[in-house]
């Protein structure tokens, strides 16, 4: 919906808020709130209300609600003591006092319809020169400039598809904790679900109808992925233990759930995609050897426990990651990132031992389900994605199915012939400095991966508070903030990291590193392996130094930025990292050198590696690390002072930074999630 009211227009599906002098992208969540207002305008309106039809029943608090009222009002420059907008009801909620009106849009947004074209086989899919020639159409003809957002995952040709319906969306059940994951029984009377209990990931059963949920997982590990077996007796899931990789499943008898028994052990700590025939009695999944090895597609006969290695790809990097077997075709859907951030979708033929490709995205998809038709997917849109999308392989085009004030993610379909289901959800993490979360940089989504530059004098971080992931910089004296545009929306950061001199920041990227200027704000250089990179970091004030894994081991390469000139290190170190004053280099056996001086084995850090970044630095030439083990604990060690815990939580450290007697990292503050369904 487009509205109007007041100086304003608001797109509701590109979160936009435009007016005279300017087009802002609002918040997700306050997004969700205007569009309410707009829809019940001169109406007082309850928290409660609110809390159904805003957040969806989720349990938060009043001062949640507070902030987001504040930012749209924000927003809406609506801070006078005499409102213009949202107004304050005494004793009962709110009002949205503006006159509001609904703007037809031209037909080429009111369609909302994402076409894509790929006639050559070597072309870039989508193709992004006929991208750039109609965002200029439609900055003409549509007079703001929320239409970038819109398009900014999906590309276009000259070719006009008939509108579809869009579904109704609503949550299947209304739980206050946390539910995702979830898989419909084939006569949708039941959902199986994940939720996090008692420090475990558990698989729960419910009737919708009823609410009251019950246990089917084992204990003493995390329960994934339920998948229900055609006659909806049985249930497949994956469970994940301290060095346990487990299929489980769980039959039922007359409604009641038997005691979970194990059908086969993964290998390593592999978060596998999987689908079930149940006539055939066969697993279709993918697996990899470990955590940094690609994943391989395989077909498991449970009849004669047999496992075989599926005609597929080369996996490269991070491999063939998903499959996904249509029901009723039995055809198997296999998504493969062949270049790094990039995914390309292919079809597996099983009876002739071939495969095929369908799609190729210029942007990586981590979830996706055939339509019911079997002549596309449904997936998310780029990341970070608040939309569900539908592309037809046969017609090369794609549509926006749903778009959701939350991120979405884990879709699934319901069998009835033309509805899905997805996860909603929207995580808010925050910047703490010493312990302390400073309101004053932090929003109410993800702030996260802070890095404090050399001198202390200033943070550099990743947010999601214009719908996208962004490098923002802030002055930590006199707490202005300025942001970086990243040259693309759709990647995800794995980590940040000044230079010695402070002035460039260097990312690293599921689509390769970046590095920035953080005073001209804008891009220096960009290396894109043909890897996913690892461990990026400075080792001189313009040399960087990166790791990829090649044929099983680790090869670290040093590039200057200026120069670009790029060549590989001694074959012995894996990753390297360093300050003004040392270097320390990690070998093949993870051992620590600083100087080429070995550390003291008494220095026991975690694996070095954690999501691409590397969780050891080095701040002059004292060494700080993630403990082993428990990694709740960060350990400082120098040479003449040995080893001494700088700070233990109550959860486990994902990133921290160091600089003089700061200490940052990022805390987990709020996290929602619900099971949607659409309604066509």
């Known amino acids: 919906m487009h509205w109007k009211f007041g100086d304003f227009e608001f797109n509701e599906n590109t979160n936009t808020l435009s007016s005279v002098n300017q087009t802002i992208l609002l918040e997700p969540k306050t997004s969700a709130l205007l569009s309410y207002f707009c829809r019940h305008p001169q109406q007082d309106i309850s928290r409660d209300m609110l809390l159904e039809c805003v957040w969806h029943g989720q349990i938060v608090t009043d001062g949640a609600i507070n902030r987001v009222i504040l930012k749209l009002r924000k927003a809406l ?357 010493n312990n302390s979360i400073d309101q004053s940089y932090n929003s109410s989504v993800m702030d996260y991966l802070p890095q404090l530059s050399r001198d202390g004098s200033e943070l550099a971080f990743i947010s999601k508070r214009t719908g996208y992931s962004k490098i923002w910089i802030v002055d930590l004296v006199s707490k202005k903030l300025r942001s970086i545009e990243p040259p693309d929306k759709g990647r995800t950061f794995y980590s940040l990291q000044w230079s010695f001199d402070n002035r460039y920041v260097l990312a690293n990227t599921d689509s390769g590193i970046i590095v920035f200027d953080s005073q001209s704000l804008s891009v220096v250089t960009m290396i894109n392996p043909s890897l996913p990179t690892y461990a990026a970091g400075w080792l001189a004030n313009d040399e960087i130094g990166y790791s990829l894994y090649q044929e099983g081991r680790w090869q670290l390469y040093q590039q200057n930025i200026k120069t670009n000139i790029n060549k590989s290190l001694e074959q012995h170190w894996a990753f390297a990292v360093a300050s003004p004053k040392g270097r320390l280099f990690i070998d093949q056996s993870m051992a620590i050198y600083l100087d080429h001086r070995l550390v003291s084995a008494e220095l026991r850090c975690a694996y070095p590696i954690s999501r691409m970044a590397l969780s050891v630095q080095l701040k002059g030439n004292v060494i700080y690390c993630v403990a082993g083990q428990e990694k709740k604990t960060i350990l400082k060690y120098s040479e003449r002072l040995g080893i001494e815990k700088i700070r233990t939580g109550s959860s486990q450290i994902r990133r921290f930074s160091v600089a003089g007697d700061k200490l940052a990292t990022s805390k987990l503050t709020s996290s929602t999630s619900d099971i949607i369904r659409t309604n066509f």
């Not at 503006?98 to 909302?112: C, D, G, K, R």
């Not at 759930?257 to 194990?262: C, F, T």
């Not at 079930?276 to 009849?303: G, R």
């Not at 047999?306 to 491999?319: D, E, I, M, T, Y």
């Open 77 to 433: 420059l609506d801070d006078e003591k005499i409102k213009a907008y949202v107004i304050t009801v005494p004793k009962v909620g709110y009002r949205f006092i503006a006159q509001v009106s609904q703007v037809t849009i031209p037909p080429v947004l009111a369609n909302n319809e994402n076409v894509f074209v790929n006639e050559q086989a070597d072309q870039t899919f989508p193709p992004k020169k006929p991208l750039n020639v109609l965002r200029v159409v439609i900055l003409l003809l549509a007079m703001f400039l929320s239409a970038i957002f819109l398009y900014q995952t999906t590309h276009h040709e000259d070719v006009v598809a008939k509108p579809i319906i869009l579904p109704i969306i609503s949550p299947i059940i209304r739980l206050a904790e946390n539910q995702f994951g979830a898989s419909m029984s084939h006569n949708n009377k039941l959902l199986a679900y994940s939720t996090r209990k008692d420090k475990e990931v558990a698989i729960y059963v419910v009737d919708p109808n009823e609410q009251n949920p019950y246990k089917i997982s084992m204990d003493g590990g995390d329960a994934y992925n339920a998948h229900w077996s055609e006659d909806d007796n049985e249930i497949i899931y994956l469970f994940h233990g301290t060095g346990l990789c487990q299929f489980h499943r769980v039959t039922f008898i007359d409604g009641v759930a038997n005691k979970p028994e194990v059908i086969y052990e993964c290998t390593g700590d592999s978060f596998t995609s999987f689908s079930y025939d149940q006539l055939q009695q066969k697993l279709y999944f993918v697996e990899s050897k470990t955590p940094l090895t690609p994943y391989y597609a395989y077909e498991l006969d449970l009849k004669q426990n047999n496992k075989r290695r599926l005609s597929q790809p080369v996996a490269l990097g991070k491999g063939n990651h998903l499959i996904q077997r249509h029901e009723k075709s039995g055809r198997l859907l296999l998504l493969s990132d062949q270049n790094p951030g990039k995914t390309t979708v292919y079809e597996l033929d099983i009876d002739n031992n071939t495969f095929a490709t369908l799609i190729p995205f210029d942007y990586a998809i981590t979830s996706a389900v055939w339509n019911h038709q079997a002549d596309g997917m449904v997936h998310p849109a780029q990341h970070p994605s608040y939309r569900l999308m539908i592309s037809y392989f046969d017609k090369r085009k794609a549509q926006t199915l749903v778009a959701d004030s939350n991120r979405i993610s884990q879709v699934r379909t319901i069998d009835n012939g033309k509805d899905y289901l997805f996860t909603s959800f929207m995580n808010n993490r925050d910047i703490e400095i």
